[in-house]
């Protein structure tokens, strides 16, 4: 979700990519949560953080979105000068009915917005 509404809101300013420790499929309720705002992730994946290591890719940011509970297993990459972690709940988390994790989801998805938003604000681009 960050991914591409970071894309959208800063727009061809900043490259963005997006990497986890342990790769998953997107969740097929965050593809849902956002197509209600336009956004098609169907076909989006997620790279593995360890390939972009060993790479040698550099970035200037380094974002992090894990909760807190597992922040402790956030992805880190060395020679970053600014690194953010912006604990959301996992979606993968989200317990009940549909209903409820499509509500649950929606605000996370809201928080993450506001948070991007927020935070390409800041930027001088």
């Not at 317990?95 to 800041?122: C, F, P, S, Y």
Request: with cysteine; aromatic share 8%; net charge negative.
């Amino acid at each position: 979700m960050a991914e591409a509404l970071l894309k959208d809101l800063a727009g061809d300013k900043i490259h963005v990519e997006i990497a986890g420790l342990a790769p998953n499929p997107i969740n097929p309720l965050v593809v849902e949560v956002m197509r209600e705002l336009g956004y098609d992730l169907s076909q989006a994946a997620s790279d593995s953080m360890f390939d972009f290591f060993k790479e040698g890719r550099l970035y200037d940011y380094v974002i992090t979105v894990c909760d807190e509970t597992a922040a402790g297993q956030c992805p880190v990459f060395p020679g970053i000068t600014k690194r953010f972690h912006w604990p959301f709940s996992d979606p993968e988390e989200l317990t009940g009915t549909h209903a409820d994790k499509m509500e649950n989801l929606r605000k996370i998805r809201d928080q993450i917005r506001e948070k991007v938003a927020d935070w390409v604000q800041t930027l001088e681009l």
